[in-house]
């Protein structure tokens, strides 16, 4: 790589965003050599690395986390929220650009024959009035269906190409609409309320749209606040600067724009800098859109219960061998005891712990031990297979598992791409991650991730292509050295929503 030469103004722009010269050094040298695959054993599978609980199990679990709720410990369900909700529109949008004035797209006929059934029908159609004086049944008689379209997507209109996804109407009830907001402080409410009736949520949110969320939520606190008798303690934030990476041109130099270096997002992992910043005993995390209406809520909270009161159980049984161990050196007999509970409950495994023995294999469990813990929910694949729970070859030699994506494996090699093809589970994000250790001081989280994890994608600006660098993802790289275990849930509590017609489905009606 050529000498990278950064002028005094590219000096002061770094030190507004808090990135330091090596830092963007080291990242345009990654966009030269890549980064390197990740080798896989197997996928995770019910036999292997996957858990499948019993219903007695199960029971057990919920209970485990009802107790632990009842001890009055900081719980907090951590949203990723960022982000503008126009990829759920891309079909109209481009409707909206085509010559043709009426619909063609499969997706934007149904869109408008279903139109009635979306929760922001009124809402659309109370704007089509005062901006059209038409309603949606007469625009559309008369063919002017890009008028609708323009009035929900545009600033003149509802404005929902440009809001995010948590400020939508997704769900009707008798008594009103609900966006995703509202549907996590429900469902806050059903599974993370402590003794004290606290109930926290940190939502992660661009600052372009932090005061609509912070006004959002008051506006709706009171009434959610007595009808589940809770107190709200809703949080947010927004990505560092400090987190954005540089973006390189074709020459894996820095990329200007009118002379000035751009920078770029670091993708969901970037959150991982919010996610060290929560200081609580248990976090859930859940994707904004992944949200269904109160009828459908159970199988949801009964899962969310069951991984936390598997994570509390877990989590108990390795504080109390750390314990242990601080009183100092352990029988080989008990030592061996300690190394079947990491292999066994917390998938790791070493192919050379055979050669350690006494203070060396005391050390290693220790520090396999001493980390942060997460339980990953996983739903059966019901389309093609794609990232999700693998057993992967760490640097040192180890395995354990990973959550990846197809982007970290090595497609070209076909013994590895028929690994990954095999995968019978997939990632919904549905996590609940331990973040104290043993004696309830708080892990250093940036400690504990993989930073030869990340993604490079190509993108253009004003017609110029560029490179863009993606950090590890949050539940990837970025948990690359957790101890990680994965437990099957149903596919009915995975519900997203990436196009509005996802909202037609069964489950969001």
């Not at 008689?141 to 190409?161: C, H, I, P, R």
């Not at 934030?237 to 270096?261: H, M, V, Y």
């Not at 999700?388 to 760490?394: D, E, R, V, Y």
């Not at 970025?478 to 596919?491: G, I, K, L, Q």
Request: charged share 25%; with cysteine.
């Amino acid at each position: 790589m050529d000498k990278v030469i950064l002028t005094q103004s590219d000096i002061e722009i770094l030190k507004k965003k808090g990135i330091s010269e090596s830092q963007v050094k080291e990242q345009l040298k990654i966009f030269e050599t890549g980064f390197p695959f990740l080798p896989i054993v197997r996928s995770a599978d019910p036999n292997n690395g996957l858990l499948l609980v019993s219903n007695n199990d199960l029971a057990d679990y919920v209970e485990e986390w009802q107790s632990y709720l009842e001890k009055n410990k900081d719980v907090v369900k951590f949203v990723p929220a960022s982000g503008a909700a126009s990829r759920m529109f891309k079909d109209l949008f481009e409707f909206l650009d085509d010559e043709i004035d009426l619909p063609s797209d499969k997706s934007v006929i149904e869109f408008f024959e279903k139109i009635e059934k979306f929760a922001f029908y009124d809402l659309l159609n109370k704007s089509c009035v005062s901006l059209h004086d038409k309603d949606i049944p007469t625009l559309m008689s008369e063919k002017q269906f890009k008028a609708v379209v323009d009035t929900l997507l545009g600033a003149k209109g509802l404005n929902y190409g440009a809001l995010p996804k948590g400020l939508l109407l997704f769900h009707k009830y008798e008594k009103g609409k609900r966006t995703p907001l509202m549907e996590h402080l429900a469902e806050g409410a059903m599974y993370t309320k402590n003794k004290s009736a606290n109930v926290k949520i940190h939502f992660t949110v661009s600052s372009e749209h932090r005061e609509l969320f912070e006004k959002h939520f008051e506006e709706v606190n009171k009434e959610y606040t007595k009808q589940y008798n809770v107190t709200y303690a809703v949080s947010f934030s927004e990505q560092k600067p400090s987190t954005d990476t540089i973006a390189a041109d074709e020459n894996n130099q820095p990329f200007r724009d009118n002379g000035e270096l751009l920078f770029r997002p670091g993708g969901h992992g970037a959150l991982i800098e919010n996610l060290n910043d929560i200081d609580a005993d248990v976090i859930f995390i859940k994707n904004i859109d992944n949200v269904v209406p109160d009828a459908l809520k159970n199988p949801t909270i009964i899962y969310k219960k069951m991984i936390a009161g598997l994570l509390v159980k877990l989590q108990k049984q390795a504080f109390k061998y750390l314990k242990l161990m601080d009183n100092g050196l352990l029988t080989d007999e008990k030592l061996w005891e300690i190394a079947g509970f990491c292999e066994a409950s917390l998938n790791n495994i070493n192919p050379i712990i055979s050669g350690l023995k006494g203070r060396e294999l005391q050390d290693y469990l220790y520090g396999k031990l001493n980390r942060p813990i997460r339980v990953c929910g996983m739903v059966k694949n019901t389309g093609e297979p794609g990232g999700g729970p693998f057993l992967a070859i760490n640097s040192d030699g180890t395995v354990s598992t990973q959550i990846l994506e197809s982007s970290q494996i090595d497609m070209t090699n076909p013994a590895e791409k028929d690994k990954m093809m095999k995968s019978t589970h997939f990632n919904p994000v549905d996590l609940v991650c331990g973040v104290k250790d043993y004696k309830g001081k708080k892990f250093d989280l940036l400690k504990y991730v993989d930073k030869n994890t990340g993604f490079i994608s190509h993108k253009s600006k004003n017609g110029k292509a560029l490179k863009a660098l993606e950090l590890p993802g949050l539940w990837n790289g970025a948990m690359s050295d957790w101890n990680t275990v994965f437990v099957e849930v149903p596919v009915t509590t995975f519900n997203p929503v990436k196009t509005v017609n996802d909202l037609l489905r069964a489950e969001h009606q």
